[in-house]
C-alpha cells in the first residue's frame, strides 16, 4: 500500500524517537536503525487511516520488533568472542534521545546501557519507556500485552536491578574534561601511582574487539589492576601500531553523556574509551574498539572540526 506524503511525514517526525528508543532497547544503533526501517515497512502495509494515535502504533510495534531481536541476541552473545559492550554514541548524535532529565540522562549512560543486559527483555523494555520516555504505565501495559499492575512490577523489579550496579554522579562539560585531562596526564606519566590516585579501589575495565581487534577477554578488576593494564595501553610500541594501523590522534570528548577519549586515525574513529565518574572517582572504563561499532561514531565524527589531538598515541 502506498502511503501518502502526510503518512510519510507523520513517521519522519517520530523516527528521531523510535531510534532513541531503539538504541536503549537494543544497545546497537545499527540493530535500532534496521528495527526502525522494519517499523515503517509495517506501516506502509498497515490501514493509516484506522490508526488514531500513529505515536502508540509505531512505538508498540517497534518495542516487540526489539523484544524479538533481545530474544536471538541473548544467544548470539553467548557466542560473542570476548566482553560485549553498547555501541557508544558520541555528544552530538540524535539516537542519543531526550536528555532534560537526569533520569533521561543516566538511562542512556554507557554504564546504564550494560547493566540493562543484566534484564529480560521485558524487564528491559519496561524500564526504558517509563524511565527514559516517561510513558505511563497504562500504555506499557497495551504496548506489551501485559496488565498496569504488572508493568509496575516489571519496572520496579527492573529499577532494583539496575540501581544495584554501579551508579554515576552527573557530571557538567567542564567536569568531564578534567576527568579525561588528569586521566591522560596520569596514563601517559609512566607511572601507576598517579593512575591508582585517580580510581576507585574497585574500578573495573573492560574492552569489546568483538574478534576483530585485540581486547583482553575478561576484565581488569581493582584500582592497582586497571592502572597498570592502562599505563601499558597508553605506553608507545611497534606492535599497537600495527594494530592500529598507525599512531592515532587522541581527542576529549562525552559518549553517552559520560567522559570519553576518542582514538582516531585518519578520520576514522578507532576508540571510544568511556568513563563512569562518581564523587569517589572513575569507578569504570569501557572501551569500545569492535570496528563494526564504531562506524556511526565515525561518520558523526567527520560532520564537525574537532581541532587538534590532545595526544597523538603509541
Known amino acids: 500500500m502506498a502511503l501518502s506524503v502526510r503518512d510519510v511525514d507523520r513517521f519522519e517526525a517520530l523516527r528521531p524517537r523510535l531510534e532513541a528508543i531503539g538504541y536503549r532497547l537494543l544497545g546497537s544503533a545499527s540493530e535500532a536503525e534496521d528495527a526502525v526501517q522494519e517499523t515503517f515497512l509495517r506501516w506502509q502495509a498497515a490501514d493509516t487511516g484506522r490508526i488514531e494515535v500513529p505515536e502508540a502504533w509505531l512505538t508498540k510495534v517497534l518495542t516487540n520488533l526489539c523484544l524479538n531481536q533481545l530474544?536471538?541476541?541473548?544467544a548470539r552473545r553467548e557466542t560473542y568472542v570476548g566482553e560485549w559492550l553498547p555501541e557508544p554514541l558520541l555528544a552530538g548524535d540524535r539516537m542519543l534521545g531526550p536528555a532534560d532529565t537526569a533520569e533521561q540522562r543516566e538511562s542512556v549512560s554507557y554504564a546504564v546501557l550494560t547493566l540493562l543486559e543484566r534484564l529480560t527483555p521485558n524487564e528491559r523494555a519496561v524500564y526504558v519507556l517509563r524511565e527514559a520516555f516517561d510513558y505511563p504505565h497504562r500504555e506499557i501495559a497495551a504496548i506489551l500485552d501485559l496488565t498496569e499492575a504488572a508493568s509496575q512490577q516489571i519496572f520496579h523489579r527492573a529499577k532494583k536491578h539496575v540501581t544495584e550496579g554501579k551508579a554515576r554522579t552527573e557530571i557538567d562539560g567542564a567536569a568531564a574534561r578534567r576527568v579525561v585531562d588528569e586521566f591522560l596526564a596520569a596514563a601517559t606519566s609512566g607511572r601507576t601511582e598517579p593512575l591508582v590516585r585517580?580510581?576507585?579501589?574497585?574500578?573495573?575495565?573492560?574492552?569489546?574487539?568483538?574478534?576483530?581487534?585485540?581486547?583482553r577477554a575478561k576484565a581488569f578488576e581493582g584500582a592497582l589492576a586497571v592502572a597498570t593494564f592502562?599505563?601499558?595501553?597508553?605506553?608507545?610500541?611497534?606492535?599497537?601500531?600495527?594494530?592500529v594501523g598507525g599512531s592515532p590522534g587522541i581527542h576529549a570528548t562525552t559518549a553517552n553523556g559520560d567522559p570519553a577519549l576518542v582514538a582516531v586515525l585518519d578520520g576514522r574513529v578507532v576508540g571510544i574509551m568511556c568513563f563512569a565518574v562518581t564523587a569517589e572517582g572513575i569507578t569504570a572504563i569501557r572501551n569500545q574498539v569492535n570496528p563494526d561499532k564504531l562506524e556511526r561514531a565515525t561518520r558523526l565524527w567527520a560532520s564537525a572540526d574537532h581541532g587538534d589531538p590532545l595526544l597523538i598515541a603509541f
Open 71 to 74: 530474544t536471538s541476541a541473548r
Open 198 to 215: 585517580l580510581l576507585t579501589q574497585d574500578a573495573v575495565a573492560v574492552g569489546d574487539g568483538g574478534g576483530k581487534v585485540p581486547a
Open 230 to 243: 592502562m599505563r601499558g595501553l597508553f605506553k608507545p610500541g611497534k606492535a599497537k601500531r600495527a594494530i
